[in-house]
């Protein structure tokens, strides 16, 4: 249940990445303090959503044999097998973020969710596992405790869309979340209830907003909003009997442009995203239909 929002447009990250630390500071903080006005409640800290090209993945098994004398598998076998999994050639400037299983395998049995009480001998996982650059991780731990806000646990921004967005069901089959971000645009790819692929490209929200403002000769701030008020990706589902008053770069006069202009115009961006988007999909090595 949401019982508080706070948003506040902050340019002191760009693709994800902080490059102003006080002007990140102070969006963080006014951000918890909306927040709190409208939930009542004080937050002392809490989940930080990451993205930013300076994000990868990989898939890793690990393997362990069972511990137990009757060879019934225990919790600490599980977390044994995912300390395993770990255990992976990262270069001394990366962390781990998420270590998150695929699939367990007892004695070559596919696709156990939770192999706690099994029994078997040997025990396998397949984890998908996503780490981020030192410098990227430090810079928004440093702008979060300057803010006064507990990092208690760091999500990858695709993975925390996933598990808000959509059924577990959907997870089941097969499906893909693509969250369009400002600067960024995160994939995350869930097969058999849980993830199996991420991404994050270097293209979002703000790149339509660019186009509109080159297009359309007007200021950043006006294309912002004349996307979210305006905008439209097909321009058959607009009309050219429609028509947007639209602010002049230089503080001239007003022109007057039809909504299917401006849906003209963001069209070929969104059609980049997506083809970006479908490009990674084909090279992430997954065969599936996603029918979820």
Not at 100 to 114: A, H, T, W, Y
Request: aromatic content about 4%; proline content about 3%; some cysteine.
């Amino acid at each position: 249940q949401v019982v508080g929002l706070g948003s506040v447009r902050s340019s002191g990250i760009r693709k994800g990445n902080v490059i102003d630390i006080e002007n990140t500071v102070r969006a963080i903080e006014v951000a918890i303090e909306k927040a709190e006005q409208m939930s009542g409640r004080d937050i002392e800290g809490g989940y930080v959503g990451i993205t930013g090209l300076t994000i990868s993945s990989l898939n890793n098994r690990g393997v362990v044999a069972v511990s137990s004398s009757d060879q019934e598998i225990m919790q600490e076998d599980v977390e044994r097998v995912l300390q395993a999994a770990r255990v992976i050639a990262l270069p001394h400037d990366r962390s781990i973020v998420h270590v998150i299983p695929r699939q367990f395998i007892v004695d070559g049995n596919e696709s156990i969710l939770d192999p706690v009480g099994m029994i078997g001998s040997r025990l396998e996982v397949e984890t998908h596992i996503v780490t981020i650059a030192n410098a990227a991780l430090q810079n928004i731990m440093k702008c979060c405790e300057r803010a006064g806000f507990h990092v208690e646990e760091l999500v990858l921004n695709g993975y925390a869309s996933g598990e808000a967005a959509i059924y577990p069901a959907e997870k089941e089959l097969g499906v893909v979340v693509v969250d369009i971000g400002g600067g960024t645009t995160d994939i995350a790819l869930f097969d058999q209830g849980t993830l199996w692929y991420t991404a994050v490209l270097p293209i979002g929200g703000d790149h339509i907003t660019s186009d509109l403002a080159v297009g359309l000769r007007t200021p950043l701030n006006q294309a912002e909003i004349i996307k979210k008020e305006h905008g439209c990706t097909l321009p058959a589902l607009t009309s050219d009997s429609e028509f947007v008053d639209v602010p002049n770069v230089g503080g001239g006069k007003e022109i007057r442009v039809s909504k299917k202009m401006i849906a003209s115009i963001i069209e070929p961006r969104v059609q980049e995203i997506l083809n970006l988007v479908k490009n990674k999909l084909d090279s992430s090595g997954y065969t599936g239909m996603l029918p979820g």
